[in-house]
């Protein structure tokens, strides 16, 4: 391995906390969420462990589910956004996929695919019921069925997504369910309403489908660590120490010296940086953890390399481990201290990171490759 930086991804906790969301969903068939690479994580690795403990895999687009059948991925596939062209369609075709549809223009666009195609419907309806993202309104309920019950059977899935399922507040999440359920009461159609957070807090939104997403990676969808179950981390973020220095009281550290030593400390110099996905804005005090205690991030972080204070390690050295986020400092806590969410952070570990994975079976220890 020829970096200091690398990320363990350890497939087995994939495979142990899909068992525990699907101990929670009352029989619903499950849609394993892998776009954005599998969060991270690598979506080929990811979806071929899956492929027969799931009922679907999900992308967002059309380019991830390609990939995925490139990569001989033979699941059915949701397309999130659906078609983003109306060539989207053709391409498609002969691969199994289940396009979700959420604008007129799409709905338009698949009828006269299928007209010169023989393949056979394959859509999911979204209503939008109080994201305002994306969805019909859900006053067009009726309106949608009637006017296109030609490229609709009763195996699409009529699908919404909750905007708050993981605030602690659950009364503006129940008023969603509400207004779905009572728009499509008399209807027989498949539903898809829960993600994550609703699949662990709100069992009477389960129905048909749940699409389980950033807890299968073992990170809590919730704003507060008050996850019901608990969950192992999937990826670690791993780096080394690369230099030691010795500063005396007064000296900065980093660009722009935003940094001044109380009294005289000990810097780490660790290689990894914003190039590798680490956030530049991330704040002097962000912890990481080595030999066993919390480091606190110091300067501003660089393209190639951050800057840590190790004044009270014993004996720090030059090859020492520092786990950026994973088993040892859960990555919530590091996205909190920076300002943002596990979700970006786990998403945004760039492609020069090398993955190593440990396969479930595998002797290796968690997170310690």
């Given at each position: 391995m020829s970096r200091s930086s690398h990320a363990i991804i350890n497939l087995s906790s994939v495979q142990s906390n899909l068992q525990k969301l699907i101990a929670l969903t009352n029989g619903a068939k499950i849609i394993a969420v892998v776009k954005a690479d599998a969060y991270g994580n690598g979506a080929?690795?990811?979806a071929k462990l899956l492929e027969d403990k799931v009922d679907l895999l999900a992308v967002a687009f059309l380019d991830e589910a390609l990939a995925l059948r490139n990569a001989g991925i033979n699941k059915t596939i949701l397309i999130l956004q659906g078609a983003h062209h109306a060539d989207d369609?053709?391409?498609?075709?002969?691969?199994?996929?289940?396009?979700?549809m959420h604008s007129y223009w799409q709905l338009d666009a698949y009828r006269?695919?299928?007209?010169?195609?023989?393949?056979?419907?394959?859509?999911?309806?979204?209503f939008d019921t109080g994201m305002h993202r994306?969805?019909?309104?859900?006053?067009?309920f009726n309106r949608v069925i009637d006017?296109?019950?030609?490229?609709?059977?009763?195996?699409?899935?009529i699908v919404?997504?909750?905007?708050?399922?993981?605030?602690?507040?659950?009364?503006?999440?129940?008023?969603?369910i509400a207004s779905f359920l009572k728009a499509i009461e008399k209807t027989e159609f498949p539903l898809c309403i829960a993600n994550s957070a609703t699949s662990i807090r709100f069992p009477h939104a389960h129905k048909n489908y749940v699409r389980l997403g950033i807890a299968m990676y073992g990170s809590t969808p919730f704003e507060a660590a008050d996850n019901p179950i608990e969950l192992t981390p999937v990826m670690s973020l791993h780096s080394q120490?690369?230099?030691l220095r010795t500063i005396p009281k007064g000296d900065t550290v980093?660009?722009?010296?935003?940094?001044?030593?109380?009294?005289?400390?000990?810097i780490a110099t660790v290689a990894i940086g914003y190039g590798d996905g680490y956030p530049r804005h991330a704040p002097t005090g962000t912890p990481a953890w080595c030999n066993n205690q919390i480091i606190p991030l110091v300067g501003r972080v660089s393209m190639d390399m951050l800057t840590f204070d190790v004044s009270g390690l014993d004996d720090p050295q030059i090859g020492d481990l520092v786990e950026l986020w994973g088993n040892k400092l859960a990555i919530n806590d590091v996205a909190e201290h920076i300002g943002t969410i596990g979700y970006e952070l786990m998403t945004r570990v760039s492609k020069r990171i090398p993955r190593h994975y440990i396969y479930p079976g595998s002797p290796e220890n968690k997170g310690n490759k």
């Amino acid at each position: 391995m020829s970096r200091s930086s690398h990320a363990i991804i350890n497939l087995s906790s994939v495979q142990s906390n899909l068992q525990k969301l699907i101990a929670l969903t009352n029989g619903a068939k499950i849609i394993a969420v892998v776009k954005a690479d599998a969060y991270g994580n690598g979506a080929v690795e990811v979806a071929k462990l899956l492929e027969d403990k799931v009922d679907l895999l999900a992308v967002a687009f059309l380019d991830e589910a390609l990939a995925l059948r490139n990569a001989g991925i033979n699941k059915t596939i949701l397309i999130l956004q659906g078609a983003h062209h109306a060539d989207d369609f053709d391409q498609g075709e002969n691969n199994q996929f289940i396009w979700i549809m959420h604008s007129y223009w799409q709905l338009d666009a698949y009828r006269e695919y299928l007209s010169r195609s023989k393949m056979p419907p394959c859509a999911w309806i979204k209503f939008d019921t109080g994201m305002h993202r994306l969805g019909f309104p859900i006053n067009d309920f009726n309106r949608v069925i009637d006017d296109y019950g030609d490229i609709i059977d009763e195996n699409s899935a009529i699908v919404t997504h909750l905007a708050r399922s993981d605030e602690p507040d659950q009364s503006h999440v129940n008023m969603q369910i509400a207004s779905f359920l009572k728009a499509i009461e008399k209807t027989e159609f498949p539903l898809c309403i829960a993600n994550s957070a609703t699949s662990i807090r709100f069992p009477h939104a389960h129905k048909n489908y749940v699409r389980l997403g950033i807890a299968m990676y073992g990170s809590t969808p919730f704003e507060a660590a008050d996850n019901p179950i608990e969950l192992t981390p999937v990826m670690s973020l791993h780096s080394q120490i690369i230099a030691l220095r010795t500063i005396p009281k007064g000296d900065t550290v980093g660009y722009g010296g935003t940094w001044r030593a109380p009294k005289e400390s000990v810097i780490a110099t660790v290689a990894i940086g914003y190039g590798d996905g680490y956030p530049r804005h991330a704040p002097t005090g962000t912890p990481a953890w080595c030999n066993n205690q919390i480091i606190p991030l110091v300067g501003r972080v660089s393209m190639d390399m951050l800057t840590f204070d190790v004044s009270g390690l014993d004996d720090p050295q030059i090859g020492d481990l520092v786990e950026l986020w994973g088993n040892k400092l859960a990555i919530n806590d590091v996205a909190e201290h920076i300002g943002t969410i596990g979700y970006e952070l786990m998403t945004r570990v760039s492609k020069r990171i090398p993955r190593h994975y440990i396969y479930p079976g595998s002797p290796e220890n968690k997170g310690n490759k």
